[in-house]
T-cell receptor, first 110, second 115 residues
Framework: GQNIDQPTEMTATEGAIVQINCTYQ??????LFWYQQHAGEAPTFLSY????GLEEKGRFSSFLSRSKGYSYLLLKELQMKDSASYLC???????????FGAGTTVTVRA | EAGVAQSPRYKIIEKRQSVAFWCNPI?????LYWYQQILGQGPKLLIQ????????DSQLPKDRFSAERLKGVDSTLKIQPAKLEDSAVYLC?????????????FGPGTRLTVL
């Protein structure tokens, strides 16, 4: 089984930084993904971590600590278009199946 | 490169009726997934195909849901009969069979409302 927790909502100001935390308890671990989902649209891939440490991709960075069962997604220089739901997903085994958290809705205000 | 295609985009039915959704994955992608996403929740995997074989259907309510992927390309998901709690967005996703870091590519989804 799996238990993936992330905050329900976060609000930040345009140009600021927001950190979305994700904790997980799974029977196995074979990678953690972050997806972005705008309202009414399909999720789109943001990042993948399988080893401990920070992965940086432009304004977005993702961090993983396997020993702590913890990841975060860091969004820098927030823009209005970053208002969306951010989904944390864990792959437990080597069969490509993902288990998703409920998502964190980020609202960016001017 | 064309993305994952799904139809219809929206469907409204009454409880106890039947409904079917169609998905065409990205060309060459061996793995296809159907997810159910209830409002305010993350996607929940219903079934996973690899080519035309089922890899995982442990969370598929088999008394009312069925899915097939003939010829290892297109897939259909059927609900018969529908219940009120089936109201959700049904997402189809695909990924190539190349490595564990492969991301899943999602289609636009079908929003089902059961009245």
């Amino acid at each position: 089984g799996q238990n993936i927790d992330q905050p329900t909502e976060m609000t930040a100001t345009e140009g600021a930084i927001v950190q979305i935390n994700c904790t997980y308890q799974t029977s196995g671990f074979n990678g953690l993904f972050w997806y972005q989902q705008h309202a009414g649209e399909a999720p789109t891939f943001l990042s993948y971590n399988v080893l401990d440490g920070l992965e940086e991709k432009g304004r977005f960075s993702s961090f993983l600590s396997r020993s702590k069962g913890y990841s975060y997604l860091l969004l820098k220089e927030l823009q209005m278009k970053d208002s969306a739901s951010y989904l944390c997903a864990v792959r437990e085994r080597n069969d490509y199946k993902l288990s998703f958290g409920a998502g964190t809705t980020v609202t960016v205000r001017a | 490169e064309a993305g994952v295609a799904q139809s219809p985009r929206y469907k409204i039915i009454e409880k106890r009726q039947s409904v079917a959704f169609w998905c065409n994955p990205i060309s060459g992608h061996a793995t296809l997934y159907w997810y159910q996403q209830i409002l305010g929740q993350g996607p929940k995997l219903l079934i996973q195909f690899q080519n035309n074989g089922v890899v995982d259907d442990s969370q598929l309510p088999k008394d009312r849901f069925s899915a097939e992927r003939l010829k290892g390309v297109d897939s259909t998901l059927k609900i018969q009969p529908a219940k009120l709690e089936d109201s959700a967005v049904y997402l189809c996703a695909s990924s190539p069979l190349a490595g564990v870091s492969d991301e899943q590519f999602f289609g636009p989804g079908t929003r089902l409302t059961v009245l």
